[in-house]
Every structure is written in structure tokens, then in C-alpha cells.
């Protein structure tokens, strides 16, 4: 009896085991179905929503595209607008510093016409002066000559006027011996005469060599005096040569 009470219970618990196991397949395909019909449902749902979220998200694509198109469109305009103003201003810049470099090169040119009206200025004051010190050169060399001229001539007119004065005061002398000799020549051959005649004693014999030597010493004076006569003709001529 006990042995059937035991393997009845043992039926029992296999028959619980093989239920349980049932139910739980039976909720495992139960979960499945519901898990299918919720994807499916929840498919079906997000389907919806994801082609109503893509046509949004299109239009909005198709927005920002046509919205990138005229950035872009502006963004070269503006870039177009700003090369243009940039080679305006650089251009400009250009222009302004080609206009200041003329007008640089117009004062250096205008400077450089200026220094050379200067210089030429300043080189026919240097010709002027250097033609004015060789004038002074050459008249300080005449002035020069003419001291030594003037020196040379009033030391030869000292020596003319003591040679004048010599020559004169010897003229003078032979003048007057001459005139004495003139004077005694009468008496002298006189006495020759006597003497030459014999007519009478009281004439010495040397009456008529003092005669001779009267004569011969007349004929030297007038010859000196002849030539002193000319020697005062050439000082006179050389006086007023001189300017004397």
C-alpha cells in the first residue's frame, strides 16, 4: 500500500512537472505572439511616425539645400564685392602712392634744378674770383716791375744827374780854360813871331812851343768839350725818355 501511495505521488509530481512545463511554453509562445503583435504593431506605428519625421527632415534638407545655395550665392557675391573693393582700395593705394613718388621726383627734380643754378652760380663766382686774383696777380707782378723800373730809373737818374752834373761842372772848367787859352794864344804867337823874326832879344825860344802846346791843348778842349756836349745830349735824351 505504501509503495502504491508513493508512486502515485510520484505521478502526481511528474504530471505537475509536465504542466508546468506546458504553462511555461505556452507563456513563452504566448510572449512570442505578444512580442510579434507589439513589434508589429510598434513597426507599423514607428513606420508611420519615420516617413512623417523623413518628410519633415526632407523639407527641411531641401531647405537648408536651398538655404546653402543663396548663402553660398552671397557669400561669393560678397567675396566678389570684397575683391573688387580690395583691388579699388589697392588700386587707389596704388595711384595715391604713384602720385606721391611724382611729386617726390617733381621737388627732387625742382631741388636738383635748384642746386645746379646754385653751383653754377657758385662756380662763376669761383671763375670770377680766380679771374679776379690772377688780375690782382698780374697787377701786383706790374706794380711789382714798375718798382723796380721806377727803383732801376731813379737810381739812373741819380747817377744821370751826378753824371750830368760832373759832366757839367767839367764843361764848365774846359769853357773857361778855353776862353783863358783863347786870351793868351795872342800873346803866345806873338812871341813866336818875335822870336821867328830875331827882331828882338827879350823873346825866349820856347815862345812858340808854348804857342804849340796852347794850341795843342785848345784843339783837346774843344774836342772834350765837343764831347761833353754830346754826352749831356744823350743824358737829355734819356731824361725825357725816363719822364724826367
Request: aromatic fraction near 4%.
Given at each position: ?56 527632415l ?17 557669400v ?8 573688387t ?10 595711384l595715391?602712392q ?68 760832373q ?44 804857342q ?25 735824351a ?7
Amino acid at each position: 500500500m505504501n509503495q502504491q501511495s508513493e508512486q502515485s505521488e510520484q505521478d502526481d509530481v511528474v504530471v505537475i512537472e509536465e504542466r508546468d512545463k506546458r504553462s511555461q511554453l505556452y507563456i513563452g509562445i504566448a510572449a512570442v505572439i505578444g512580442l510579434a503583435l507589439g513589434g508589429l504593431i510598434g513597426s507599423t506605428v514607428t513606420a508611420s511616425k519615420w516617413e512623417s519625421t523623413y518628410q519633415v527632415l526632407e523639407t527641411r534638407y531641401q531647405e537648408l539645400s536651398d538655404s546653402k545655395t543663396q548663402l553660398v550665392s552671397s557669400v561669393e557675391a560678397k567675396v566678389a564685392n570684397v575683391d573688387t573693393e580690395i583691388d579699388g582700395k589697392v588700386e587707389a593705394a596704388l595711384l595715391q602712392q604713384t602720385e606721391k613718388h611724382q611729386k617726390e621726383l617733381q621737388d627732387l627734380a625742382k631741388q636738383s634744378a635748384v642746386l645746379e643754378k646754385v653751383n653754377l652760380s657758385l662756380e662763376q663766382q669761383l671763375n670770377e674770383q680766380k679771374q679776379t686774383l690772377e688780375k690782382t696777380d698780374q697787377d701786383n707782378k706790374k706794380l711789382k716791375r714798375q718798382v723796380d723800373m721806377q727803383s732801376t730809373l731813379f737810381e739812373r737818374s741819380r747817377e744821370l744827374f751826378q753824371k750830368e752834373f760832373q759832366i757839367s761842372q767839367e764843361l764848365a772848367k774846359l769853357k773857361k780854360e778855353r776862353d783863358e787859352l783863347d786870351k793868351k794864344l795872342g800873346s803866345l804867337k806873338t812871341a813866336c813871331d818875335v822870336f821867328l823874326d830875331g827882331t828882338s832879344w827879350d823873346s825866349k825860344s820856347d815862345a812858340c812851343e808854348k804857342q804849340d802846346n796852347a794850341n795843342s791843348r785848345l784843339s783837346d778842349i774843344r774836342q772834350m768839350i765837343e764831347v761833353h756836349n754830346m754826352d749831356l745830349k744823350q743824358i737829355k735824351a734819356l731824361e725825357e725818355e725816363m719822364g724826367l
